[in-house]
């Protein structure tokens, strides 16, 4: 059994394939003192309307609460706001200061190079690839 799930479960292959890329760019990113998932989650919040709390969470697959123990760091660090909704005050909006979108921008030349590098290596189809991994994640929500 073990052999088998080490050669054939895709979640486990899923696993280790983002973990080799995340280590990729938590290590292009580490003159920021930024992790990728922390990029991610900025970059989420890059709109011209501040996005609920819970918007965000549906963009990036995670929930409430892992979002707002990620947003913490990031608030203390003064890169982002959290602020009740002024239409429904159960709700909260989240922004960026600009201290958040001076690093964003900062970091989106680090990100692009790192990313090409990445699919240059991959030499296969990324777009094909972005796709079946999209499939598999709506037919997972829609199962």
């Known amino acids: 059994m073990t052999i088998h799930v ?9 696993q280790r394939a983002a973990r080799a890329i995340a280590r990729r760019f938590d290590e292009a990113l580490k003159p920021l003192d930024l992790k990728s998932g922390q990029f991610s989650l900025l970059t989420s919040l890059n709109r011209p309307e501040p996005p ?11 929930d409430r609460t892992t979002l707002t123990a990620n947003l913490k760091p990031l608030e203390r660090r003064g890169l982002v706001t959290v602020r009740a909704d002024e239409a429904d005050r159960r709700s909260r909006r989240l922004g960026l200061t600009e201290e958040g979108r001076a690093l964003v921008r900062r970091a989106g030349p680090i990100w692009q190079a790192t990313h090409a590098a990445i699919e ?15 499939g598999i994640r709506e037919a997972a929500a829609n199962g």
Do not use: I
């Open 52 to 62: 609920t709390l819970g918007s965000v969470a549906e963009l990036l697959a995670m």
């Open 120 to 134: 240059a290596e991959f030499g296969g189809d990324a777009d094909r690839l972005r796709a079946d991994l999209n």
């Open 6 to 14: 080490r050669d054939h479960c895709l979640c486990l292959h899923a």
